[in-house]
């Protein structure tokens, strides 16, 4: 029984942190892709500007 009771907090601290690696891939993700249509909508806005 100890061997798991043992293997729940280990699973479970693997489940955090896989859970946060995605989280934070989704976040640094989603900034891309923001920063990348920024930088288009700025070279459209900038065209049409000249």
Do not use: E, H, K
Not at 2 to 12: F, G, Y
């Amino acid at each position: 029984m100890n061997s798991t009771n043992r293997s729940i907090p280990s699973r479970r601290g693997r489940l955090v942190r896989r859970l946060a690696r995605t989280a934070a891939f989704a976040l640094v993700r989603g900034v891309a892709a923001a920063a990348g249509s920024s930088a288009v909508a700025l070279a459209v806005w900038w065209l049409q500007a000249r």
